[in-house]
């Protein structure tokens, strides 16, 4: 298997369209399951497409199959934040967002960022399982007791100096 990662183009938008209505994807995630309108997934995706800030890859297996989505950003001068979805539940366990989180961290090293850090829900073990083995460490809970759908996650961090 070889994971490899791409720039996203507007063809795209196909794989965001089933990713973010997808319920188990969003249980793991967001926790917003109130079906998204095309209007809204046009919106964000544009958003993502255009902005030149953050960082957004596909994740393509054997350069063939689109698997998921891996996204890095800016969060301070020091810290770069990091996202990722294995959208298809078949590629789930099997080492592909390990591989895919491994590649990102290489070309962030490319950046001046210290360190990169990531929220996970807390009973999302296997998200946590496969950060933990590409070197990020727990370093506490963050509440948010506004937000009804996510009101407490994980947060982790990558020391890129080690
Ligand atoms: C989280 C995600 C990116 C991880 O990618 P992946 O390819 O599935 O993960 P990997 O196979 O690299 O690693 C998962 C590890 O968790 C372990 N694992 C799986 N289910 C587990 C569970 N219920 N409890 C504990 N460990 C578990 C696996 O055994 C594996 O460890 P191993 O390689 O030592 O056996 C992917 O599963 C995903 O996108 N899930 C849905 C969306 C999501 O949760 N995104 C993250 C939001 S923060």
Not at 16 to 33: A, M, N, Q, Y
Not at 120 to 133: G, S
Request: proline share 4%; glycine share 6%.
């Amino acid at each position: 298997m070889r994971i490899i990662l791409r720039k996203l183009k507007p063809s795209d938008i196909k794989y965001f369209t089933k990713w973010w209505r997808d319920r188990f994807l969003l249980k793991l995630t967001s926790g917003v399951l109130k079906p998204i309108s095309n209007q809204e997934v046009e919106r964000c995706f544009n958003k993502m497409l255009s902005n030149k800030k953050d960082q957004h890859r596909l994740i393509l297996l054997n350069n063939k199959n689109v698997i998921g989505h891996i996204a890095f950003y800016r969060i301070t001068d020091k810290i770069c934040g990091i996202q990722i979805i294995i959208g298809e539940k078949k590629y789930w366990g099997k080492g592909y967002g390990s591989s895919a989180i491994r590649i990102a961290l290489k070309e962030i090293r490319e950046y001046k960022y210290k360190k990169v850090c990531l929220e996970v829900r807390p009973d999302n073990l296997r998200a946590i399982e496969a950060y933990k083995k590409c070197g990020f460490k727990p370093c506490g809970f963050k509440k948010y007791p506004k937000n009804e759908f996510l009101p407490i996650v994980l947060k982790m961090f990558y020391d890129l100096k080690e």
